[in-house]
C-alpha cells in the first residue's frame, strides 16, 4: 500500500541553524501538507501546499518557515533559524483531492532543538 | 478561531464498546475526520463523515450531526491494540485540518 515517508526519523540541532525536514508524498497525490505536534499537545496545522505553491498557511508559519517541492517526488519544510520552542514532531501529510479526500499521515520527523 | 473539544481519557474493559465523543465549532464545515494514534507515531486514518448519519467500518463507527456540531466515534469488542489516543479533526472551509487534543482510550484486560 502507498505510504508518506519522511527523513530523517530524528534530527538534532542547535538553536539558530537551518534544518530541512524531507518528505516524499504518495505518488498520485496533488495537495500536500506540513503539521506539528509539541509534545503532549495537539496536532497543528502548519501549511498546504498545490501546483507548487501555498494554499492556505497559519499563524505558526512565519517567516522562518518556508516549503518547497524541489523534484517531482521531495516536499521539504525548512526552518531557517530553529528556535527551542520549534521542537516538536513534524508530519507531513498528502491527498489526491483537497475537498473530499482524505490526508495520509507519514511516520514523522521529531525535531529536538538544543 | 476553532474550537473541538473531546474528553481527555477513557478506560473500557477488553471486549467492551467505548464512545468517544467531539464537539466543534469551526468557520465552515468540510467534514470530520477520525484519527488513531498510538504514543510517538502518526496518525493513521480512521473515518470520515460529511453527511449527517453513520458510518460503519468493520469494529469502528462514527456518527455525525451537522447541525449539532458533534460526532462521536464508537469503538466494538475492544481489544488490548486499541490502546491509543483517538484525535477528532474538522476541515473548515478553506479546507484546514483542525485537530482537537485527542482521547486516550486505555484497555484493560
Known amino acids: 500500500e502507498p505510504e508518506v515517508t519522511q527523513t530523517p526519523s530524528h534530527q538534532v540541532t542547535q538553536m539558530g541553524q537551518e534544518v530541512i525536514l524531507r518528505c516524499v508524498p504518495i505518488s498520485n497525490h496533488l495537495y500536500f501538507y506540513w503539521y506539528r505536534q509539541i509534545l503532549g499537545q495537539k496536532v497543528e496545522f502548519l501549511v498546504s501546499?498545490?501546483?507548487?505553491?501555498?494554499?492556505?498557511k497559519s499563524e505558526i508559519f512565519d517567516d522562518q518557515f518556508s516549503v518547497e517541492r524541489p523534484d517531482g517526488s521531495n516536499f521539504t519544510l525548512k526552518i531557517r533559524s530553529t528556535k527551542l520552542e520549534d521542537s516538536a514532531m513534524y508530519f507531513c501529510a498528502s491527498s489526491f483531492e483537497r475537498s473530499t479526500d482524505t490526508q495520509y499521515f507519514g511516520p514523522g520527523t521529531r525535531l529536538t532543538v538544543l | 478561531g476553532q474550537n473541538i473539544d473531546q474528553p481527555t481519557e477513557m478506560t473500557a474493559t477488553e471486549g467492551a464498546i467505548v464512545q468517544i465523543n467531539c464537539t466543534y465549532q469551526t468557520s465552515g464545515f468540510n467534514g470530520l475526520f477520525w484519527y488513531q494514534q498510538h504514543a510517538g507515531e502518526a496518525p493513521t486514518f480512521l473515518s470520515y463523515?460529511?453527511?449527517?448519519g453513520l458510518e460503519e467500518k468493520g469494529r469502528f463507527s462514527s456518527f455525525l450531526s451537522r447541525s449539532k456540531g458533534y460526532s462521536y466515534l464508537l469503538l466494538k469488542e475492544l481489544q488490548m491494540k486499541d490502546s491509543a489516543s483517538y484525535l477528532c479533526?474538522?476541515?473548515?472551509?478553506?479546507?484546514?485540518?483542525?485537530f482537537g487534543a485527542g482521547t486516550t482510550v486505555t484497555v484493560r484486560a
Open positions: 501546499f498545490y501546483n507548487n505553491e501555498i494554499s492556505e
Open positions: 479533526a474538522v476541515r473548515d472551509r478553506d479546507y484546514k485540518l483542525s
Open positions: 463523515n460529511v453527511l449527517d
